[in-house]
């Protein structure tokens, strides 16, 4: 499909799994629709993760959510638009963007900024398609064949385990920071909803508890 000139992939929800031992992180993880192999894991944080999964499973509080009430809003009190599908866009400072787009009673269209986890979740209430920008996703994607049994613990081609990715010593100063120092920081990545940030600090602070 293409929009605006750029051309986009069909993706599935396949589930949503704890990203780290950061109570708050959680990964999202997307699939090619006609190649379930590949995948892009979005860090999302725990409502988010629980109004996912409740949608997946069907398993849904009986007062409304944020992202029940907007896809409802729709049907219910706007039937001239209509959702006609969300999508992945752009990625930026370990954040990605997403759209959700409204088709008016013109046959046009317009784009609502959104976050990839509120997008998701509307998509997977309103039943209407997930795209994710495909030079996007082919820049992020990894490669699996089956999940273990927890967590992000995907096994690689041969079989085992697939080693965990390491923070570039380039990137970060965290090594000459204290666990203390390093506790702070992850607080404040999760305040300000940067999970992916907050889950490569876990990993420094994974890392030492190791050693």
Not at 143 to 150: G, I, K, M, N, P
Request: zero cysteines; charged letters at 25%.
């Amino acid at each position: 499909m293409r929009v605006n000139n750029e051309e986009y992939i069909e993706v599935d929800v396949l589930d949503v799994r704890a990203a780290t031992q950061a109570s708050e992180a959680f990964s999202l993880i997307l699939v090619d629709r006609f190649h379930p192999s590949l995948y892009v894991p979005i860090i999302i944080g725990l409502n988010e993760a629980r109004a996912i999964l409740g949608e997946i499973h069907g398993r849904l509080p009986k007062r409304p959510l944020t992202h029940t009430l907007f896809a409802d809003l729709f049907p219910a009190f706007i039937p001239d638009y209509h959702i006609e599908f969300v999508s992945i866009d752009s990625y930026g400072q370990g954040i990605y963007y997403a759209s959700i787009v409204i088709q008016t009673p013109t046959g046009d269209f317009f784009e609502v900024d959104a976050r990839p986890s509120d997008a998701v979740a509307i998509a997977l209430h309103a039943s209407v398609p997930l795209y994710f920008k495909k030079v996007l996703f082919e820049e992020h994607k990894q490669v699996a064949q089956r999940f273990s049994d927890y967590g992000m613990g995907l096994l690689s081609e041969t079989g085992h385990p697939a080693a965990p990715s390491r923070t570039p010593h380039a990137a970060t100063e965290w090594e000459t920071m204290s666990l203390s120092e390093l506790k702070d920081l992850l607080q404040a990545a999760i305040d300000d909803e940067n999970y992916e940030l907050a889950a490569k600090i876990q990993e420094e602070i994974d890392r030492r508890h190791q050693e």
